[in-house]
């Protein structure tokens, strides 16, 4: 008995003082397909202040690849295993849409800080629990809506807070159905509204710095949707989602108008600027480039759309067949790296999120659940977040 305790006291001392010694957040993934595949684990190896601890996943095989990659100190296919862990500071919960509030509930009575993949809940009862329990547990929970970490996006806010008012935003992302996987496109995952409409109705929301007052839209939630989002403060938001388009022109188009002033970010690689006195036109670095060499003697948004196009002309078989384009597509700065250095941060700090809280993942849920009711019923829809949230 005396000999187990002195062990375990000397484990503990041991364990503390590696952490003390390169003082590193040790993160866990649960769910770690295709996204966190391509982005979180790559970005969480690179950043300087995580340590991958450890991979849960129900894809043994693909565990296996993970493991031989980022050499986590286990992987397992039982999430409890993860959140057992008293070394692990905090969870990236990477599931699909429909596996959200028991891995919430049961990460934030582990007492671990979250970060959930988008969208944060399904349904406003989802989100009331999730905002109850994560409150209750005091944990800190971000939700992926990286755009508002994009460097263009970070630019983007800083330049039209310089307009006497922002009046109207313009934000499209046109992708290929055909390169999509299947899952989203089914009413369990809610289709484009529910997987993609739901990162600009976020960004709308952090462009305008208001509440959104009443929705509406057309369409179809499935496939191609178009969102009008009116706010408090009057300004106005369109956004234009669907996958009707060809993935050989670069997906996404953010603009702003006000007061004689007009910003527009093309697809997070330029970023031009009317009307703002001192602000000049920027662009921005390809976070991935196949093609570092080609086309370097034209503007950044041109090149980026040349590449795209050639890379839409020439994918990899391999890239096509498993739906992972990572390794072959350009990859534009979408803040996906800068999002999950400021949840470490946040973590490291003890604070709140910079990004998207609880009450921001609650938010974006309700506008998609708003605009599947306008699209049902023909009609705008009222919206205000305190009597959804109670
Ligand atoms: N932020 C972005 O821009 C962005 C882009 C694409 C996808 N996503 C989001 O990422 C999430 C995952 O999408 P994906 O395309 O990687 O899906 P995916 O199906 O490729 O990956 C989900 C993984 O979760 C695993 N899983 C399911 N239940 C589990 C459980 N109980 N325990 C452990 N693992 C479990 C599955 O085995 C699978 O590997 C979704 O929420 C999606 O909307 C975000």
Redesign the pocket.
Known sequence: MFIRFRLSVSEFTFEVLCRMHDNKIEIGF??????????HLPNARRNPSLRIRAI????TE?LERHRAAYAPDYVT???REVLRDGRIDCVVL????D?RLP?IQAAAEAGKAIWV???MSATNEESRRIVDVVRRNNVLLQV????RFAPGVVDLKRVIQKFPRVQMIYLRAIEERKLW?D??FTPKHGGTLG?EAC?FLDLSVFLTGAEPVEIAARGDAMYAVAISVGFANGALAEIFCGVHGSAGYPKEHIEVFGNECTAILKSFVELNICGVEGEVDRSYPLEFDPMPDAFRELPAFESLYRKNKHWREHIPPEDFANRHYYRSQPQVN?G?YEALDDFARAVREKRNTTGCNEIDGARATAMTIAAAESLRIGRPVPFDLQSILG
Request: glycine share 14%; charged share 20%.
């Open positions: 649960i769910g770690a397909g295709a996204y966190v595949s391509g982005n849960c996943d129900l894809n693909l296919t039982d999430y990477g599931t699909q849409h596996m891995l993949e988008k969208p992926g809506f990286n755009r996987p899952w989203p997987s990162h979408k996906r």
